[in-house]
């Protein structure tokens, strides 16, 4: 070993300290033995990070190693504490706030959801979640036990670097200081990212996605985003706008429909809630007859997907029709993006997972007939396992990202 200053030094120690702590994620629980084992880390070093993280409890002992062959001395499994502290996760949806708090074994201790329908006005909204979050926020400190932190995922596109939402065209918002705004209220680090980016991160981190490097998460709701796991990392591109899927171009001309970002065409104005809902509306406008009418009459404002998905298991051909032309629109995407990416694994989620048991047929077939059989074979379309909390169990996957990446500053 040669000499190192004192900065090289520190630096090591971080980087061996979120090492261990990113195995006990991955493998927990692990004895010394097996986390020296796993980590390549000599024992006395993993000794006394292991003190540290102790010390500071951000892991846990428990129970013994039955397998270690030190008779007499049986090791001690190591586990991150589920005490350790809070994270809140937020969602900023078109038309509703999700936010809910979980321990650092991921489990959620508290929720809150409700319709910003009734809100008038883009302050109305940010006040109520600000309120929301300061009552969540102070709930959540009362243990005892430090709030890691807030992430906050909004549908559009996110300068990530200073926390500020540039432009969310289908809530009609463009920059709002969001990380600034959050950071007046309550004090405690907060994260702003694209809400489908942060449900990749959520379903690579506690979901469908565990265990594979290279993920393509899609969700499918009032747009259309996507993100991008690439050899274990989110891709997020140089500024954090990686992954806005829904707004390829796939249609020109007369047929392309005026998309909320201003462009024709998009990807989401075909593959999105909105353009199944215009199918059953083109096809009851047309005379079909269908069991929806049944139930909501001609008022198609009191479309839903739940209603679809319930039309489609009665056998309604017009719900199957429009499920089944969709399912084609989000197949033709997906099967560019394969291409593009080589994935192992496409998480679908979003509004339209509820509808996932009748889009993923054509789904599944238009990826099969529209990439080669090396890049699809192997590569199965699941649903997001956290379903519509895919993109709030994101937010709070980015603030555990970071406590596993930079403990130190938990480690005072
Ligand atoms: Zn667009």
């Known amino acids: 070993m040669g000499k190192q200053n004192s900065v090289d030094h520190a630096a090591m120690r971080d980087m061996n300290i979120s090492l261990i702590l990113n195995t006990l994620h991955n493998e927990s629980p692990l004895s010394r033995i097996g986390l020296a084992n796993r980590t390549g880390l000599n024992k006395g070093t993993i000794s006394v990070m292991v003190k540290d993280l102790l010390a500071v409890g951000l892991i846990r002992e428990i ?42 074994a991921i489990e959620i201790i508290s929720r809150r959801y409700e319709s910003t329908l009734k809100y008038i006005s883009q302050q109305a909204i940010i006040d109520r979640i600000l309120f929301l979050l300061k009552e969540t926020y102070e709930q959540a400190k009362k243990n005892g036990r430090p709030v890691f932190g807030v992430g906050i995922g909004v549908p559009g596109l996110v300068d990530m670097a200073n926390g500020r939402l540039l432009f969310a065209p289908n809530l009609g918002w463009e920059d709002v200081p969001i990380k600034a705004l959050v950071e007046s209220a309550i004090d405690a680090p907060v994260f702003v990212a694209n809400e489908a980016n942060l449900a990749a991160l959520g379903e690579s981190y506690f979901g469908a996605g565990q265990n594979s490097s290279f993920l393509l998460s899609i969700s499918s709701g009032v747009g259309v985003g996507g993100g991008i796991i690439l050899n274990g990392r989110l ?48 096809a009851i406008h047309n005379g079909r007859s269908s069991w929806i009418t049944e139930v909501i009459g001609n008022n198609m404002t009191h479309l839903s997907v739940p209603l679809i998905v319930e039309a489609a298991r009665r056998n309604d051909q017009v719900a199957l029709d429009a499920l089944q032309e969709t399912g084609e629109w989000l197949g033709i995407g997906i099967a560019s993006l394969i291409n593009i990416i080589n994935p192992e694994r496409v998480i679908f989620g979003g509004a339209l997972i509820s509808a996932f048991e009748f889009l993923l047929p054509t789904m599944a077939q238009t990826v099969n007939d529209r990439t080669w059989p090396w890049i699809h074979e192997g590569v199965n379309i699941v649903a997001a396992k956290h379903g519509e909390d895919a993109s709030v169990m994101g937010s709070v996957a980015i603030v555990y990202r970071d406590v596993l990446n930079n403990p130190r500053k938990w480690l005072q």
């Open 63 to 104: 129970g013994t190693d039955a397998s270690s062959t030190d008779v007499g001395r049986p090791a001690i499994f190591l586990e991150p504490n589920p005490d350790a502290g809070s994270i809140i996760g937020v969602e900023i949806g078109v038309d509703y706030i999700s936010i809910i708090t979980v321990n650092f």
């Open 235 to 282: 891709a997020e591109g140089v500024y954090g706008f990686a992954g806005e899927v829904g707004h390829m171009t796939v249609q020109q001309g007369a047929h392309a429909i005026r998309c909320n970002c201003g462009n024709y065409g998009c990807w989401e104005t075909v593959a999105g809630r909105q353009a199944l809902f215009s199918r059953i509306e083109t």
